[in-house]
Nanobody
Framework: EVQLVESGGGLVQPGGSLRVSCAAS????????MSWVRQAPGKGLEWVSV????????SYADSVKGRFTISRDDFKNTLYLQMNSLKPEDPATYYC???????????????WGQGTQVTVSS
């Protein structure tokens, strides 16, 4: 059974940093593309970032480019999202997802975690 468990969310001040993690199990993590998707309160899903299975190729939404960094540790079966220079528009539930394509679209995600909440407030 595929399981994705996010952690690391919380409250951070504008301009601050936070790293969220996603522990994966039930599949060969190193063989799959992985994504981060977020959903702000009252809004739809927004694709954030994707990393291919080799870790060599990454893509970011324009809204987070230059501030967020996706990474993976295949030995720990864990996906990360380092978020720097957080803005008031970044608060959302952040989901990690297993993907079947490196395309920048959440529609290519087939398994999702339960999400971790990120709040940006002074």
């Amino acid at each position: 059974e595929v399981q994705l468990v996010e952690s690391g969310g919380g409250l951070v001040q504008p301009g601050g940093s936070l790293r969220v993690s996603c522990a994966a199990s039930g599949f060969t993590f190193s063989s799959y593309v992985m994504s981060w998707v977020r959903q702000a309160p009252g809004k739809g899903l927004e694709w954030v970032s994707v990393m291919d299975s080799s870790g060599d190729r990454t893509s970011y939404a324009d809204s987070v480019k230059g501030r967020f960094t996706i990474s993976r540790d295949d030995f720990k079966n864990t996906l990360y999202l380092q978020m720097n220079s957080l803005k008031p528009e970044d608060p959302a539930t952040y989901y990690c997802a297993k993907s079947w394509s490196p395309s920048p679209d959440w529609a290519f995600c087939d398994y999702w975690g339960q999400g971790t909440q990120v709040t940006v407030s002074s």
